[in-house]
């Protein structure tokens, strides 16, 4: 069974400019959740999608915001990066929550 | 608010010994999850072992054993037999069943296994 699948792996953007990343979970996981992970901050929650509905948003400026499709692939938009946008986004899955959620390996951001 | 703290940002054992990793949380909530999650240097977060608050019994995973204390909202982890591949951060999380949908994660041990 394939895992979560996360694309793309690494990218480099400039400040001003918007990113899209995009997430595969498993197959037949219909929770999809997005974290963002750095070195001073850990990871932190920005969101969670289960059948193309947002059923929670952690605490991020407006700039970022997702979506969930009706195959449950998931996407994640930042607009106007800043350079403390660089980080770690991971992507995580589940049946259902309270399920346990299993992670991509993550798409590395670099803001420049 | 809800909160996990890992007290200890870094530590070492030795081949073949036994460490505990610590993690408190808290919470007004009675029903919840734990989780020991594992991240290599390859950052690909790996599910250790779960708990479930209402379950009294501590969970194990072949070496990988808890101490959930939980009018002491604790949750320590135990690795026995220690092995190079042990090396990697630890992170504790938390979510409850309430329906917030989100992990709350402690900010990390990172674990590192001596030859």
């Known amino acids: 069974k394939a895992g979560v699948t996360q694309t793309p792996r690494y990218l480099i953007k400039t400040r001003g400019q918007q990113v899209t990343l995009s997430c595969s979970p498993i197959?037949?996981?219909?929770?999809v959740s997005w974290y963002q992970q750095t070195p001073g901050q850990g990871l932190q929650f920005l969101f969670e999608y289960f059948s193309e509905t947002q059923r929670n948003k952690g605490n991020f400026p407006g700039r970022f915001s997702g979506r969930q499709f009706s195959n449950s692939r998931s996407e994640m938009n930042v607009s106007t990066l800043e350079l403390g946008d660089s980080a770690l986004y991971l992507c995580?899955?589940?049946?259902?929550?309270?399920?346990?959620?299993?992670f991509g390996e993550g798409s590395w951001l670099t803001v420049v | 608010a809800q909160t996990v703290t890992q007290s200890q940002p870094e530590m070492s054992v030795q081949e073949a010994e036994t460490v505990t990793l610590s993690c408190t949380y808290d919470t007004s909530e009675n029903n919840y999850y734990l989780f020991w999650y594992k991240q290599p240097p390859s950052r690909q977060m790996i599910l250790v072992i779960r708990?479930?608050?209402?379950?009294?019994q501590n969970a194990t995973e072949n070496r990988f054993s808890v101490n959930f204390q939980k009018a002491a909202k604790s949750f320590s982890l135990k690795i026995s037999d220690s092995q190079l591949g042990d090396t990697a951060m630890y992170f504790c999380?938390?979510?409850?069943?309430?329906?917030?949908?989100?992990?709350?994660f402690g900010t990390g041990t990172r674990l590192k296994v001596l030859a």
């Open positions: 197959s037949g996981h219909r929770s």
């Open positions: 995580a899955s589940s049946l259902e929550w309270g399920n346990t959620i299993y």
């Open positions: 708990q479930e608050a209402y379950k009294q």
């Open positions: 999380a938390f979510t409850p069943t309430s329906g917030t949908y989100k992990y709350i």
